[in-house]
């Protein structure tokens, strides 16, 4: 396989891993699927991770974020772990 069919293959299972992050968050369901409510809401997160308040919400994401994954039976194997089992 060529080194751009790999890098591609990476790349593709980047991108469902992170779609498969919003699925788990429920937010798909939460929004009716409306894709313009999901690209405000990552874009309110970017401005908020940008601002003076930035490390602290970062903080707090993170600190929920693993706590969910250790909550799913179906990713506790710690919290430092990839999603690909998303």
Do not use: C, N, Y
Not at 25 to 34: H, P
């Amino acid at each position: 396989m060529r080194t751009w069919q790999v890098e591609r293959r990476k790349r593709t299972r980047h991108l469902i891993e992170l779609g498969g992050l919003v699925v788990k968050a429920r937010v798909v369901d939460l929004t009716g699927d409306d894709r313009a409510t999901i690209l405000g809401a990552l874009l309110w997160m970017a401005d908020k991770l940008q601002s003076d308040q930035g490390e602290q919400a970062r903080e707090l994401w993170a600190a929920k974020g693993k706590q969910a994954f250790e909550a799913d039976p179906a990713t506790h194997k710690g919290a430092d772990q990839t999603v690909s089992a998303v």
